[in-house]
């Protein structure tokens, strides 16, 4: 499989996309300044205690409380709170857990109220993003997470994936880390530490007990409440838990941006740094890469399902959980090959809603109304087929077999709020009235004239597909009479993303001269 992964930086957020064989099937979008990021440590104080919840609200800083459930809080809860305590009363001079007082494990089975009270202060991670209403989770249960590794303070365990299933290899790799463990830290060793060599787990260990010197230090001078250590961002998180040799290619439109991933994959693979590439055209990058087409086509109510000559989705979101109805359409077939059939768009659609789920970030309970299949062993291929294509998925999911009525219910990890994106336009004729397509031209002309008597070098207009074709086709093209009427050509550049009627101009230095919306 070829993995491409697009980065398109704009002035308050970044746009992310990955690409499996030119096919979209996740997108991020990490705002500039943004308040939560999952993976992020604060310093948080507890506003109130709500018993009947079992769990507390705490002020981080923000306009949200972030939610903290009893279960929550680790079994280690009172050794952070000593160490918390004594690292900014200065007590603890150093960041190391070696002589750091350890206190008894808290009770699993007790009550909120019992450890903590209105006022203090804690050590937290943010677990969940805010989603609608909702503030975001966290924990005070500390995990760093690396490359290879995660480091968990106030814990003595070597855990190892389950997906390691090489009894050897596990072997190999506890012996390894506990060489280097530092005294007073857990680890839990990742999948792709499978067959690394001691150099790179060591190099990943000595990564992460750096993060936990700068929480260190920032606890020590930051006020109450703050945040501490900010996550990597989000192109580096996504390099950190996909990267592997199914990368051909990671493109970018920020030079800064480019660097900084250079030398992320400099340190994790050197040999591999030349696949980061910076993009430097007047055609923005997710265009070129297909993706704005790609998003118009993936998102709304409706989803066609490829290949499948008319099969579709029918997607519908509620408040307890998400409905995946899986319909024909025109694809019929006679009665004879119809069970063959029904199991054939059933799989393709299964493909498809694999992908859908890992796009639009859905989680909590999804179910799955598949076309109706009579033979039980069509129904168990679907089912093994379904789990297999969620392999991918990165999230945790639990998926069930077929009920007694041929759907499927699954759960899935819900982390950060599901991504929506609007596939509908506004109706230009609500008023009645709009402007006719020919005047929208004169005004585009009238707005290169005008430029052109200020702006002396490469103009650059960007309007709707249909619109693009309308001015360029044939010799005697819109496109080619401004070239001979002003002795300047104007480079037209279609965008999937806009309105019908929509158009912007550009200068060479990607300056934005002129807009216009209808």
């Not at 997906?163 to 839990?188: C, H, M, N, Q, Y």
């Not at 006020?223 to 990597?232: A, D």
């Not at 297909?290 to 979101?317: D, M, W």
């Not at 033979?375 to 087929?385: G, N």
Request: glycine share 4%.
């Amino acid at each position: 499989m070829k993995k491409e992964l697009i980065i398109s930086n704009e002035e308050d957020a970044s746009k992310i996309a990955l690409l499996e064989d030119g096919r979209l099937f996740e997108l991020h979008e990490q705002k500039t300044k943004s308040d939560f990021v999952v993976g992020d440590l604060f310093l948080g104080k507890i506003k109130k205690l709500a018993p009947n919840l079992n769990a507390a609200f705490v002020s981080i800083g923000t306009d949200k409380d972030a939610f903290l459930h009893y279960q929550d809080l680790g079994p280690q809860f009172l050794s952070y709170q000593k160490f918390l305590k004594n690292t900014i009363s200065k007590k603890q001079q150093t960041p190391s857990l070696k002589n750091a007082e350890h206190a008894k494990d808290i009770d699993k089975m007790g009550t909120v109220d019992k450890v903590l009270a209105a006022g203090d202060v804690v050590l937290l991670q943010i677990t969940k993003e805010p989603i609608s209403t909702k503030g975001p989770r966290i924990s005070t249960q500390i995990s760093l997470t690396g490359r290879f590794l995660v480091l968990i303070p106030f814990d003595n365990k070597i855990s190892i994936s389950k997906k390691v299933s090489d009894g050897a290899e596990k072997e190999r790799l506890k012996t390894l880390i506990e060489s280097i463990r530092p005294e007073g830290f857990g680890v839990i060793i990742r999948t792709v530490a499978e067959g690394k060599k001691v150099a790179e787990l060591h190099n990943d260990m000595n990564q992460l007990v750096k993060k936990w010197e700068t929480t260190f230090k920032n606890i020590q001078k930051n006020k109450v409440p703050s945040k501490i250590l900010s996550e990597e961002d989000k192109a580096s998180s996504i390099l950190r838990d996909n990267f592997n040799q199914d990368f051909v290619s990671i493109i970018c439109d920020d030079e800064k941006m480019v660097e900084d991933m250079k030398a992320y994959i400099e340190v994790i693979a050197p040999e591999r740094k030349n696949i980061v590439q910076f993009y430097d055209s007047h055609i923005p990058l997710l265009e070129y890469y297909n993706v704005e087409k790609q998003l118009k086509q993936s998102f709304g109510k409706h989803v066609n399902i490829p290949a499948s000559k008319g099969a579709y989705l029918v997607i519908e979101h509620t408040e307890a959980l998400h409905v995946v109805d899986v319909n024909s359409g025109n694809n019929i077939s006679s009665s004879s090959t119809n069970k063959m059939h029904a199991l054939t768009v059933n799989k393709m659609a299964a493909t498809e809603i694999a992908r859908q789920l890992r796009l639009r970030d859905m989680g909590g309970i999804i179910v799955v109304d598949f076309i109706d299949m009579v033979d039980a062993e069509h129904r168990k291929e679907l089912y093994e087929h379904f789990r297999d294509e969620m392999k991918r998925d990165k999230a945790r999911h639990k998926i069930l077999p077929p009920s007694k009525f041929g759907l499927i219910q699954m759960t899935r990890q819900r982390v950060r709020a599901e991504k929506s994106i609007e596939t509908n336009e506004e109706n230009p004729n609500k008023d009645g009235e709009i402007i006719a397509p020919i005047v929208i031209i004169e005004k585009m002309e009238d707005s290169i004239r005008t430029i052109m008597a200020t702006e002396k070098g490469k103009l650059f207009l960007h309007v709707h597909p249909f619109v693009e074709a309308y001015l360029t086709k044939g010799l005697a093209s819109i496109q080619n009479k401004w070239f001979i009427k002003y002795k300047k050509w104007v480079t037209i550049i279609p965008r999937d993303s806009f309105k019908m009627l929509e158009f912007h101009l550009y200068n060479a230095q990607k300056k934005e001269l002129i807009s216009f919306s209808n």
